[in-house]
């Protein structure tokens, strides 16, 4: 028996139960990377014919089970234990940490020591490292432009109250976070983080844990109202497309404003990052549908939704979950909303499938999800055109050559948009024209195992044959989306050259 692969597949297991996975899409990609599926349970002497529960009983004894096509572990099983203990003494030791950061901002406080001085140069490094990568606390995607979900530097304890420039360690003072969250976390600690004390001002404990935990601790309980105060900025600020032009990335700035956005022409605000007008500027936070009758309330919300999704189609983008915090807040807010129809407790996934079945689809690419509308075309119930033949007219004019219609042209498939996406996220700024042909693997790498395929069948998607260079495949992949670039060698680097500006007028128009 091949104990490296059966070592393998254990820990593929595990995943596959940590992240609630379909039994044949996990095996699938189990055996993907194996060869094939043959081979796996050959080198595991083991006879294909037996059901996947016998296979696991003779690998694993007792360990795992399987129920409605999901895997999950036994109770008795030694390595859910592990598991266990492993995350237990995890808590344990982030526990040590937050008390550790109280007591260093105490200390602080007592001492009347001055604000610690952001150290740039030691921090470059963790922004270098963050780009491209997902927030730690909404999750999205970080660009490395300027925007609501550009790249800034957290600091997770303010540097006010002597937070450290510092981001080793299992549990980093400073991470890369989005602009959107760090000035959502900045708005709690100046709403409900201070204690006054005389005429000089305290971080409160409870902040504090607020903080670190939102960051290193997905699954713990926060503070209800600190929550709160941070989902109301965050959606207020995402729902007003605010306009974020330059901003300080290190927050050098006086007093408590660590990332500030300028008073500008909110025209002039808009740049290759937010080229378009948004389809919410029109909508304010006020809670206008409040008082309707359940029955009302659903049909303004199907509406809005409908419109938001055709704006986002108009202008080639995709229309993510986080926009309708925008129409639950017109609705009262999303308690009041899913108490009036009756749904306190599902996911606005379930909600959606619930009240407007068949009509939209949830889509989740790494941590975004995405809505989209699904297109039905309306038919009579009886077509009499069909059944009786109606004589048309003789006419005595000359016949014309048939002319052919028009199509309008099509809208770009889903993996072209994440292509563009994803590509347009590594730019520095909007006249930058050359990106490196090792950071463009990268996405495109991610957003094939994404989607679960190998590269060639990834690549086939765009009609790109497998028999070409690795490099020219990278290229022909983002010709097909759009772009129009080249690669150039510099002293043996590889770059991809792009034409200005990125149009997207040359993909998928048939």
Known sequence: MNEVLKSQLRTHLSEMVLQAMQVNHGMKLFYRAHASKENVWGQLNLNPSLTFQAKLERLFP?????????????????????????????????????????????????????????????????????????CPTCGVKMSS????FGLTIEHIVPVRFGGKNAYDGEFPQCVGMCWLCNQSRNEVVRDLGIEAKGKRKKISDQVIRFLISQVHDKHTE?????????????????????????????????????????????????????????????????????????EEAIRRFEDELKQGIAHQNRVERL?????????????????????????????????????????????????????????????????????????KPESKLPLKQEEKPISAPLPPPLHVLYVRDSVG?????????????????????????????????????????????????????????????????????????FSLPHSFTASHDT
């Open 62 to 134: 007792n360990q795992f089970r399987v129920e409605a096509g999901l895997l999950s572990f036994t109770e008795q099983s030694n390595h859910e234990k592990a598991l266990r203990e492993q995350e237990r003494a995890r808590k344990h030791r982030l526990e040590l940490h937050i008390v550790e950061s109280q007591n260093q901002a105490r200390l602080h406080f007592k001492n009347h020591r001055s604000p610690t001085v952001r150290n740039q140069p030691l921090l470059l490094p963790l922004r270098r490292k963050s780009r491209g990568k997902n």
């Open 425 to 497: 996220a590594l730019f520095e700024h909007q006249n930058q024209s050359r990106l490196s042909l090792e950071s463009i693997e990268g996405v495109l790498d991610q957003l094939r195992r994404d989607d679960g395929e190998d590269w060639e069948s990834y690549t086939a998607a765009f009609e790109i044959g497998g028999t070409l260079p690795f490099a020219e495949q990278l290229v022909g992949v983002l010709n097909a989306s759009g772009f129009t670039c080249h690669t150039v060698n510099e002293n043996g680097t590889f770059f991809v050259q």
């Open 222 to 294: 926060l503070n209800d109202s600190m929550l709160e105060r941070f989902d109301q900025h965050y959606q207020l600020l995402a729902s007003q497309e605010t306009p974020v032009g330059e901003y300080d990335l290190w927050g050098d700035g006086e007093g408590w404003v660590e990332y500030t956005v300028p008073a500008v022409d909110e025209q002039a605000a808009r740049t290759h990052d937010n080229p378009e007008p948004a389809f919410f500027e029109h909508l304010d936070m006020e809670p206008v549908h409040r008082d309707l009758e359940p």
């Open 145 to 148: 432009r300027k925007g609501l």
């Open 319 to 391: 229309y993510t979950m986080k926009r309708v915090g925008t129409l639950l807040a017109r609705q009262g807010g999303e308690p009041l909303f899913r108490d009036k129809i009756g749904m306190p407790n599902e996911s606005l996934e379930d909600i959606l499938y619930t009240l407007f079945p068949q009509q939209f689809i949830v889509q989740t690419k790494g941590r975004v999800r995405y809505i989209h509308a699904l297109q039905r075309e309306r038919k009579p119930f009886y077509d009499f055109e069909r059944e009786i033949a109606v004589p």
